[in-house]
């Protein structure tokens, strides 16, 4: 419910960000912003990914079936 009451505001300001002074194509930050964060993405993203499943492989060996917190 609350997703939807969110689209509903967001989608009576479109075209707008801040009404009705900034329309979303003027907030947007440059090309050259965009691409460099993309990059960043690109890079990080996959080590992130590659550190959490080697986490995951390390520790699930650790807890038995039954065991748990209590």
Do not use: Q
């Amino acid at each position: 419910m609350f997703g939807a009451a969110f689209l509903g505001l967001a989608g009576s300001f479109f075209p707008y960000l801040v009404p009705p002074s900034i329309t979303y194509r003027e907030a947007a930050n440059p090309d050259n912003s965009l691409a460099f964060l993309l990059v960043g993405a690109v890079i990080l993203l996959p080590l992130i990914l590659g550190y959490t499943a080697y986490a995951y492989w390390i520790f699930c060996s650790k807890v038995h079936a039954g065991e748990g917190y209590h």
